[in-house]
């Protein structure tokens, strides 16, 4: 849910584990990791962990959401410089990879994720702009600029 303040937006999810097989954590292979996120009057994700980490491999994991929301961010900014510069997309996809490490001491971060936007858009003319704006995209898109790894970009347009 999102919510408008004086000082800026705000957003809420509600978060319950539901991996309690009977005995809790009593032990690390003895708990389920999936989860359920609530999300005001938008349903609900129903998620887990990464199977490298005892997760079930059939659903989202929070690593899977995080790249999924600079894919998303991304577009949803480009879309919206397009169409306040008059390009006309009529197609976008997007292949993101992102890479975690994990630490020898069991903690982990990401390192980059890379976005590969394919786009479709109407007018050769526009092509230059078109591949300019997503350097601008790529600085709009505000969950790009909370990360503290590189979000990079390498788009390939197709002019129709």
Known sequence: ????????HHYQASLSWEGNLGTGTS???????????R????GDLVGSADPAF??????PNPEDLLVAAL?????????????????????????ALGTMVVTPEGGGRFTEVTLQPKVSILGEEH???AMALHDQAAKECFIAA????????????TCL
């Open 71 to 95: 894919s998303s961010c991304h577009m949803l900014s480009y879309l919206a410089l397009c169409a306040r510069r008059g390009i006309a997309v009529v197609a976008y996809e997007d292949e």
């Open 54 to 59: 005892r997760g079930d491999p059939d659903k």
């Open 127 to 129: 092509r230059s702009l």
């Open 27 to 37: 032990s690390y292979s003895g708990y389920g990791r999936n989860f359920r996120i």
């Open 1 to 8: 849910m999102i919510t408008k303040r004086e000082h800026g």
């Open 146 to 157: 909370s990360c503290a790894f590189p979000v990079r970009h390498a788009p390939i347009i």
């Open 39 to 42: 999300l005001a009057g938008k």
